[in-house]
Structure formats: C-alpha cells, structure tokens
C-alpha cells in the first residue's frame, strides 16, 4: 500500500474518505469540527442523537456530507481524549484501517496522525500508523489454493501533518515505518512456513534472496562439515537425530567502515523442534515451527535494515537447526564438549536452543563485536513469567539492557529484565561435567540464560527471551514479527549515535 503525508485543511481534501476522530462522551475532534462546522452542524447533530459515542473502536462510515468535497467521511472513535496513550493509538489506527478496506474507498486522508498521544511527536505517530496499518492488513496465504482478497482493497493513505514544516519529519517517518513494516512481514512469512519447507537450507536461500536485493548485504552457510572442523559440536549434537541438515547462515551488512566493530544479532532457528528423545506432548506440537522465531526475527530485521541504509555494520546470525527423535539423536545423560571448550551434560534434548547457541555465540568472537544480542523462543518459563506482552531480557551489560528496555518502549515492542545474579549459576552444576544444560523448572528463564552467559564472557551481550511474543496460539495463531520493531530501532539508535560523533 501506498503512504504520503500533507498538511492541509479538512474541508478542503477531495478524497474517497477522509477519516477525522470522536472523542468520549460525544466531542469532536479538531480536524472534525472543521469538517462539522463547513456541513452546517451535520456531524454534531449525529453526535446528539447517539450514533456514535466516541468509545475507542467504534466507527461510523458517512456518504455525501453536506458541502464536504470528499466522498465519504469515517468517524472513528478514540476514547477519552486525556487518556489517549501509544497502544490505544494503535489499536484505534489498525481498526480504522480494517474498517477502509472493507468500504471500498480505496484511498483516504486521515486526519488521527494528528491526536495527542502522551509524551510522542509526529514523527512517532505518523510512523507508528503506517506499521500499524501494514500489520493490519497481513494475511498469510501463499500456500491456500483459493485467496480471499477485497473487491476494492484500500490502495492509498495519506497522514495529515499539522504545519507545512513537519512535512519532512512525516516523510521520514513514513520511510522508517515502511522499512520496519516490510521486515515485520519477512518475518512473519518465514516463520508462518511450514516446517517441511521452513527448514536450516531454506533460511538460507532467504537470506541469499535478500542478498541479491541489496548492495551491502553479504551471506555466507556454515554447514554441517565447517562446524565439524570448528569443534561446534553442541550444535551438531541437536541436529544429528534429523534428516534435514543444520545450517548456520552469516548476514554481512556493511555500511561502515570495515574497521568499525559490528552489532552481532544472533537468532535461534530451530525450524522445527520436537524435543528430541524428550519428546514434546502432541498438543500444539505443530506451534513447535516458531521455534525459529528468533532467526526469523534477525531475517525480517536485517531486511529493513537494508532498507533503510544505516551507516553500520551488522551481522546476522540465522542458527538453523532442526530437532528430532531418531537412532542418531543425542540422548539424555551425554556429555558434549562445546566449540569453547567447556563441557556440557544433557540432563533434557529439549533444552536444545542454549546448546545450538553457545556454540554461536562462541563462534561470533572472531567479529570483535561492538555488542551481540542473541533472539530466541527460549523457555516456556518466560511465557508463565511474562505471558504474550513483554520480552524477557536479560544481559552481562546494565547500558546495554537499558538501550533495548528504552528503543523498546519507542518502538512499541516492549521487553522486561530479569536478574542475571551469580546465585543462579548454582543451578547449573553437574557432578560429571561443567555445567548441565537445564537447570530444573525454578527460574527456567534465568537460568537459560545463565547458562549462555558463560559464552559471552569477550564481549557486551545481551538475551532476548521471545517465547511469548514471537507468535500467537489459538485462533489468531500466527507469527507477531517481534522483536522486528525493537531490533530495529535499536539499530537506527546506534546508528544515530554513530553519525554523531
């Protein structure tokens, strides 16, 4: 869909619809009493009868409005104006977009960019509509044989700005939100794929497709052999129960000098993960193919970093591996020497992502990296902690947790902290090796990333724990395209900072 920003009058748009807010109990928005006083009290006299409260959600369509040059107007409701904040925006901006592509306007002027959200600019507000109004309108269906698309699917939005002079603020917005919209989707594809598609090799050649659309983006495989020759054998040891090969995939961006330390973001890609020989309960095992949310993530956010050709240099880590039951398959009770050297005693095969990413995070030390953050669907601990709405974050850097907690509160992708205390390491302990790599049903998230912590000693890392916002179960079941918003902003964050100083 296309997206334009102006500054202009209510009353003068000539457009298909022209979408203005109601506040709660019955009150007219700015750009709506303009619109309300040119209609001779048209909108207002609506109000009075009742048809429309002002609640958040509800909407009003309205045709040929006395001296209105547009053709329809939408009256959407937004709840008490005082308490308009970021999530209501967005909720009020996804229902508004909802409701146009059903009307058959196939293009509007909406008028909402211009509420006061609490503590956010314009540039926030225009961007922040465009993912929303992109997330909206996803519909994951490549693989269905018959498509259900609108007889006339709206086509054209445009943001009204207050004054001429933000107009430049708008369009960078519109450029950001679009950027992060397309990675959000790359996303959500990749993770909605079947796993009898969606396996290590098909990640990679996604991220080889990307390459082929962007100049400074280069991708190399580290396959089964390679991480033979490394000594990566805890990787190895989850995958070597599966039919389909592990592949670790390497994304270059380069928009630095070389000299510059690269971001590192390092993604689980268990394209399918039954447990192994612990062998998952059958309910919901299907959901088992978001496993690789992590590496889906890094994919869809390497894509709008592209997009948006920040002066840095990033690398991409897409750990693809597959977990499975099989005469082959490591059992529980095995010891296995990691690409670090360090020991590690299997006390459960479904505790296999911190073994597939220790050696990644081992093997990334060779980027002398700025800063590495691993994404990973981790430990259901962290849904029973966290439930659906905030990442657990957890990290061996107090600045660096608080960059993420911050460009999280930007971007709308929220995250939570939790304690990385030496207490915990306790809980690791093995009477036969180094450590084990589960650390009972206690603090199962702390103790994920305990365990991940001891690769991680060279270098600012930190853990993002997205077993409960990466995808959705259930009716609405599908992938959410987090953490794309909040990596991504982290890195238009740095990038800012790297171009100031």
Known sequence: MEFNVKSGSPEKQRSACIVVGVFEPRRLSPAAEQLDKISDGYLSNLLRRGDIEGKAGQVLLLHNVPNVLSERILLVGCGKERELDERQYRQIISKTIATLNDTGAMEAVCFLSELHVKGRDTYWKVRHAVEAAQASLYVFDQLKTHKEEPRRPL???????????????????????????????????AANMPPNICTPVWLAEQAELLATQYEPLKVERINESDMAELGMNAYLAVSQGSANPAVMTLMHYRGAKDDRAPIVLVGKGLTFDSGGISIKPAEAMDEMKYDMGGAAGVLGTMQALAELQLPINVIGVLAGCENMPDGRAYRPGDIIKTMSGQTVEVLNTDA??????????????????????????????????????ATGLLSNHNPLAHELLNVGKLSGDRAWQLPLWDEYQEMLDSPFADMTNLGGRPAGTITAACFLSRFTKKYHWAHMDVAGTAWKGGKDKGSTGRPVPMLTQFLLTRANAAQSE
């Open 352 to 389: 296999e992502g911190r073994l597939v990413l220790c050696d990644a995070l081992t093997y990334v030390e060779r980027f002398h990296p700025e800063a590495v953050i691993d994404i990973a669907t981790l430990t259901g601990a962290c849904v029973i902690a966290l439930g659906a709405h």
């Open 155 to 189: 086509r054209k939005l445009v943001f009204n700005v207050p004054t001429r002079r933000e107009l430049p603020i708008g369009e960078r917005a519109v450029t950001h939100g679009l950027a992060i919209a397309k990675g959000v989707k790359l996303c959500r594809d």
